[in-house]
């Protein structure tokens, strides 16, 4: 007997001392990718979404309204304003320093390697103890949720406040519900999506009240506290809207757009759309120059839901197919693609973690399973995971999205191996459930298009960064080097007449403009940096034709007008000129 206590005491001091290893690395492993990041531009210059959340931010911090043309908000709440407001409140502490919200999101990763290895030791018991070990040594080896973490974007928010709503869930005695709420009502404030797995949770909550006692009157208020918890977070962005536009809206007005790009006829391009010129160009379609963003977001759901109902066969076979991208090895990214940021220098050691969705996958889904039979708290994982996953399948399917559910397949995944080892102790060879295993490890691995590496991208990224760091000349070669791999990249035609024009060389500039508007005829700005440049080439007659073409795109467009009118002036169209003047008093 007392040998048996010392080896129990041994074990645990082992299984302690290897937890505590697993955080160490979790840390060393941020640290490490931080210093790494400081010796690249990526640590100086932000691109798309995290630029404009630091931008917001900035503008918080001095003090500016929300809405307005000079407000931090110019489009009012497009995109969620928590994650903006969280950034204010670092600037208002430390100043413009990239380093210290950073160094923050490094610290939630950490947090919730803790939380996962706790969560880990609970669900394998003590006949599998080493399952938080795996758990968080399968999180803290992810080079996705590192390089996420790296960016002024929201998921390393996200994990911490899923983790610690699955701790607040599973842990104690009874659940602390409030807290859970309340973490996942963050959540949703900075992501919308997350409002389906704080509904997932919740009814998985109330299910468990109601089926353990048949005198629920005390565990209804672990309901109500849940409900609160998750209503808390939203509720100053709800009032916020609905004082603004007199509407209920939660928290921001970008859903429609972002339905339609993953469900409207032509989701397939819409999904790969990227930031800047196209974007610009796709967004046309809601026709912006009519309505503030929250018609335009109603807009976007009626077209969506009008394409749906022209053929519902070919929604559910789109479905289908992004429900089968979801769960391929490599994702698609939206706006950026961090793998860009790994390719050489001083982050390529990050390609080499071996984490990956791919192989964690099929051992995650038959962990999902066995935490459902097991049945009670542990399905709560399982559910989670559901709630975490489908809006890939219902919106867009992107790894910045399914990052998110990360922290669950870690969970998951070693459950799942432990599952795989008693089918082989078992008696019986259980040969159906190891079809399934190899079915679902193939899966992942099937082909799709848009899975490989982008090298355009990559080279367009690289010249974004060059020109925030002021070396246009190498900017110029980089977004040539895009065009070299993709030639239909307008964002780097556009970068480039740009450049040139701002170094006075109009003639150059002209090569890439030109071929800007004859790929891109209806990109208003295209077409007036292209009159603007044949103006000041003296070719005035083609000056003329380009901004005659930007008046006759639709849209507010009375700058081109007044160049269009001036121009047929100068080039002796005075009768058109008079027509065009009369026709439209505005511009007079």
């Keep these: 007997m007392v040998s048996n206590v010392h080896s129990s005491a041994s074990r645990s001091k082992l299984l302690g001392?290897?937890?505590?290893?697993?955080?160490?690395?979790?840390?060393?492993?941020?640290?490490?990718?931080?210093?790494?990041?400081?010796?690249?531009l990526y640590a100086k210059h932000l691109l798309v979404d995290a630029q404009k959340f630091w931008v917001e931010a900035g503008k918080l911090a001095d003090g500016a309204s929300l809405f307005g043309m000079k407000g931090a908000f110019p489009d009012y709440f497009y995109q969620p304003p928590a994650y903006s407001w969280l950034l204010s409140g670092f600037i208002r502490m430390a100043g413009e320093t990239l380093w210290v919200p950073r160094m923050f999101q490094a610290f939630c990763g950490m947090l919730t390697c803790v939380l996962l290895i706790r969560l880990g030791r609970r669900l394998g018991g003590e006949s599998a103890p080493w399952v938080g070990v795996a758990a968080g040594l399968l999180f803290a080896l992810s080079p996705e949720t590192l390089l996420m973490e790296q960016d002024l974007l929201t998921p390393a928010l996200l994990t911490v406040c899923l983790a610690g709503a699955l701790v607040a869930l599973i842990l104690p005695e009874r659940p602390r519900s409030w807290m859970a709420g309340l973490l996942l009502g963050c959540a949703s404030a900075l992501h919308p999506t997350m409002l389906l797995t704080a509904a997932v949770l919740g009814g998985a909550l109330v299910w468990s009240v109601f089926r353990a006692t048949s005198k629920p009157s005390k565990p209804v208020w672990l309901i109500l506290a849940y409900g609160l918890g998750v209503a808390a977070p939203l509720a100053p962005t709800a009032w916020i809207n609905n004082q603004t536009h007199g509407g209920f809206t939660l928290v921001s007005h970008n859903g429609g757009?972002?339905?339609?790009?993953?469900?409207?006829?032509?989701?397939?391009?819409?999904?790969?759309?990227?930031?800047?010129?196209?974007?610009?160009?796709?967004?046309?379609?809601?026709?912006?120059?009519?309505?503030?963003?929250?018609?335009?977001?109603?807009?976007?759901?009626?077209?969506?839901?009008?394409?749906?109902?022209?053929?519902?066969?070919?929604?559910?076979?789109?479905?289908?197919?992004?429900?089968?991208?979801?769960?391929h090895h490599a994702g698609i990214p939206r706006n950026e693609d961090h793998r860009c940021r790994t390719q050489d220098g001083p982050m390529q050691w990050l390609r080499y973690l071996p984490a990956r969705f791919g192989w964690v996958f099929p051992f995650a889904v038959i962990g999902a399973c066995a935490m459902w039979r097991r049945g009670g708290r542990a399905r709560w994982t399982s559910l989670a995971w559901l709630g975490l996953h489908a809006p890939l399948v219902v919106f867009i399917v992107a790894s910045r999205y399914r990052v998110v559910a990360w922290p669950v397949l870690c969970l998951l995944a070693p459950m799942g191996l432990l599952t795989c080892r008693a089918w082989l102790s078992a008696s019986d060879t259980h040969r159906g459930k190891w079809l399934g295993?190899?079915?679902?490890?193939?899966?992942?691995?099937?082909?799709?298009?848009?899975?490989?590496?982008?090298?355009?991208?990559?080279?367009?990224?690289?010249?974004?960064?060059?020109?925030?760091?002021?070396?246009?000349?190498e900017s110029i070669e980089a977004f040539d080097d895009s065009l070299e791999a993709d030639p239909e990249n307008l964002g780097a035609l556009w970068w480039n007449a740009r450049t040139l024009e701002h170094q006075g060389k109009f003639e150059d500039a002209l090569k890439y403009a030109v071929q800007l508007v004859d790929k891109a005829p209806d990109h208003y700005r295209g077409r007036m940096l292209t009159s603007s440049l044949f103006a000041r080439t003296h070719q005035l007659v083609a000056a003329r034709e380009q901004a005659c073409a930007a008046w006759e795109i639709p849209g507010k467009r009375k700058a081109a007008g007044v160049q269009c009118a001036r121009l047929r002036q100068q080039t002796g169209q005075l009768i058109e000129a008079q027509t065009m003047l009369e026709e439209n008093p505005q511009l007079r």
């Design 17 to 40: 001392r290897l937890e505590w290893g697993v955080v160490l690395l979790c840390g060393l492993l941020r640290g490490t990718a931080l210093w790494s990041l400081s010796q690249t």
């Design 257 to 327: 757009i972002n339905f339609y790009i993953g469900n409207g006829t032509d989701w397939r391009e819409s999904m790969f759309v990227r930031a800047g010129v196209p974007f610009e160009r796709f967004a046309t379609k809601a026709e912006p120059w009519k309505y503030d963003v929250v018609e335009r977001d109603g807009i976007w759901w009626s077209m969506a839901w009008d394409e749906i109902a022209s053929d519902p066969m070919a929604w559910l076979a789109a479905l289908g197919t992004k429900a089968r991208w979801s769960v």
């Design 437 to 473: 295993v190899v079915g679902l490890a193939v899966l992942p691995w099937l082909p799709r298009e848009g899975a490989g590496l982008d090298a355009s991208w990559c080279d367009h990224t690289r010249g974004s960064l060059l020109i925030n760091e002021g070396r246009l000349q």
